[in-house]
């Protein structure tokens, strides 16, 4: 691993108000880095992802399988193949799902965030996170603690930043002006967001953000739908939605096969596969700093990082006719 070109071909841009950095694309470690990931292939990845800009890596103590797995995996690539590069690197973690039993293996109380943050640390074999994240609202915990308990961990420099992720507007604005107040900024939102899942427009959450608190994208692809998967109209066996994933068949309906299509020549007309037309489409909308991919095979990631090098503006045409395919009518 020697490429001195690196973070030539990368765009970055930064969090928010804060003057960190990340390039628009990160990559992100929730499914394909636990026990039962091969070795040699996530390695690769991960090397892949740096020799060509990405310098953040987007993990939380539950990933896995099991919770906790994508931790360890990635703190040993680090430690023995990015020894001398921890400072080029941005390593985000959250906590705030169910990690361990009883009434404090979960939500949002200080208790939990902070045993969270220094499992974390140990599993990764960092002294600190560059951003550390509260993972989902909770309804039952003062807003105040779970805030009070992320500026804590800046003051005690087990992390350098820290961000929130699931929250919606109006929660997010709350979360925002505690932080400030506390002297401790939120410099990103981190939220599903793709052209088939528009939830945030209609929450109006970039305008809540105002470009003060930038918004860190998962899901670009739509767990799947946005690559060239179901294009055919069936339902691969290992595909997510054939394998029993997160994606159900129900979902994959004659409608939505069409309009894959229809956005499918689209891309096709830019030059792009559909799976890149989806992340550069998420990277011209506002307030995006930075899109989540994964990648489960050095070529998944080589394709995604075309969005970056490929054709990254629209037409007005384009947008409307992707808008009259992906909003509701």
């Known amino acids: 691993?020697?490429?001195?070109?690196?973070?030539?071909?990368?765009?970055?841009?930064?969090?928010?108000?804060?003057?960190?950095?990340?390039?628009?694309?990160?990559?992100?470690?929730?499914?394909?880095?636990?026990?039962?990931?091969?070795?040699?292939?996530?390695?690769?990845?991960?090397?892949?992802?740096?020799?060509?800009?990405?310098?953040?890596?987007?993990l939380a103590d539950n990933y896995g399988p099991p919770p906790g797995a994508a931790e360890r995996r990635f703190g040993k690539i680090l430690h023995s193949d990015l020894t001398g590069h921890r400072d080029e690197?941005?390593?985000?973690?959250?906590?705030?799902?169910?990690?361990?039993?009883?009434?404090?293996?979960?939500?949002?109380?200080?208790?939990?965030?902070?045993?969270?943050?220094?499992?974390?640390?140990?599993?990764?074999?960092?002294d600190y996170v560059d951003i550390f994240y509260h993972h989902r609202p909770d309804p039952n915990t003062p807003l105040e603690e779970t805030m009070g308990a992320l500026a804590s961990l800046v003051k005690a420099g087990k992390a350098l930043y820290v961000g929130i992720s699931n929250y919606h507007a109006k929660e997010a604005i709350q979360a925002i002006t505690i932080l400030k107040r506390l002297g401790c900024p939120c410099i990103v939102d981190q939220v599903r967001y793709s052209m088939l899942d528009r939830w945030t427009e209609a929450d109006h959450l970039a305008e809540a953000l105002d470009g003060k608190t930038g918004m860190v994208c998962f899901s670009p692809l739509a767990q799947g739908l946005l690559t060239d998967t179901y294009l055919s109209g069936t339902i691969p066996p290992e595909s997510r939605a054939g394998s029993g994933g997160p994606l159900s068949k129900a979902t994959i309906t004659p409608d939505l096969v069409a309009n894959l299509k229809a956005l499918n020549t689209i891309a096709q007309s830019r030059g792009q596969k559909l799976s890149q037309m989806a992340v550069s489409?998420?990277?011209?909308?506002?307030?995006?700093?930075?899109?989540?991919?994964?990648?489960?095979?050095?070529?998944?990631?080589?394709?995604?990082?075309?969005?970056?090098?490929?054709?990254?503006?629209?037409?007005?045409?384009?947008?409307?006719?992707?808008?009259?395919?992906?909003?509701?009518?």
């Open 1 to 58: 691993m020697n490429n001195d070109t690196r973070y030539d071909g990368m765009e970055y841009r930064n969090a928010g108000e804060s003057g960190l950095k990340l390039p628009v694309l990160s990559l992100g470690l929730w499914r394909n880095f636990g026990d039962d990931a091969d070795d040699r292939t996530c390695r690769d990845v991960v090397i892949t992802a740096f020799d060509h800009g990405i310098t953040h890596f987007d």
């Open 281 to 329: 489409w998420l990277l011209q909308r506002p307030g995006v700093t930075t899109v989540l991919v994964g990648a489960h095979r050095v070529e998944q990631l080589l394709e995604t990082l075309g969005a970056v090098t490929g054709q990254r503006t629209f037409s007005e045409e384009e947008l409307r006719s992707i808008d009259a395919l992906t909003l509701p009518q």
């Open 89 to 126: 690197l941005v390593i985000s973690s959250k906590a705030g799902y169910l990690m361990w039993p009883g009434p404090y293996g979960d939500w949002g109380s200080r208790k939990h965030l902070i045993a969270g943050c220094d499992q974390s640390l140990k599993r990764l074999g960092l």
